[in-house]
């Protein structure tokens, strides 16, 4: 089954909220996790990447939290934007000299 | 800057066609990867790899051949297309040396069809 999954497939929030999207993983052995975001017609495009020492980091808008203890990911997205609007999707590298594996991804839906 | 280019962007063929969809990058990325999307299934890893001539298989890499005879292309054969296969195909590059980790640099997708 999938190693990587969100809790959500969508998402609806409103201009200027601040958005988070969660993402589960399996593998307690995964050291290195990145949020993608891909805009409808084009291919994922990096946000923000994490490895497993660390708890918390900051992008510009985003903030991405790896809780290692329940084995969860959230991407935050301060002051969302219509331009925000787009699939998110969460990825693990499970081991050394694997590629990355994607979860399903989450529709995120910006209202003005 | 041309990045990474997939070609052709659209194609539509039929069952038992062989279809080769092609992938170019411009930065000497040491990896190269092949996903496939599809609804409900997110992004699944066909093939990767690692440098020229050497590859590797992913998740789902029943159906297709790759090959890496130069570090800039890594294309993705379909030898005999089945309707499974009907997908939007997106090629990847990473400039990471010892693992296989790090930003992937996806091209726009190549959309196929098979009737």
């Known amino acids: 089954g999938e190693s990587v999954g969100l809790h959500l497939p969508t998402l609806s929030v409103q201009e200027g909220d601040n958005s988070i999207i969660n993402c589960a993983y399996s593998n307690s052995a995964s050291d290195y996790f990145i949020w993608y975001k891909q805009e409808s017609g084009k291919g994922p495009q990096f946000i923000i990447d994490i490895r497993s020492n660390m708890d918390k980091r900051q992008g510009q808008r985003v903030t991405v939290l790896l809780n290692k203890t329940v084995k969860h990911l959230s991407l935050q997205i301060a002051a969302t934007q219509p331009g925000d609007s787009a699939v998110y999707f969460c990825a693990e590298n499970i081991q050394a000299g694997t590629a990355l594996i994607f979860g399903k991804g989450t529709t995120l839906s910006v209202s003005s | 800057d041309a990045g990474i280019t997939q070609s052709p962007r659209y194609k539509i063929t039929e069952t038992g066609r062989q279809v080769t969809l092609m992938c170019h990058q411009t930065?000497?990325?040491?990896?190269m990867f092949w996903y496939r999307q599809d609804l409900g299934h997110g992004l699944r890893l066909i093939y990767y790899?690692?440098?020229?001539?050497?590859?590797d298989k992913g998740e789902v890499p029943d159906g297709y051949v790759v090959s890496r005879s130069k570090t800039e292309n890594f294309p993705l054969t379909l030898e005999s297309a089945t309707r499974s296969q009907t997908s939007v195909y997106f090629c990847?590059?990473?400039?990471?040396?010892?693992?296989?980790?790090?930003?992937?640099?996806f091209g726009e997708g190549s959309r196929l069809t098979v009737l």
């Open positions: 930065w000497s990325h040491s990896y």
């Open positions: 790899s690692a440098a020229a001539d050497i590859t």
């Open positions: 990847a590059s990473s400039g990471t040396g010892d693992r296989v980790v790090g930003e992937l640099f």
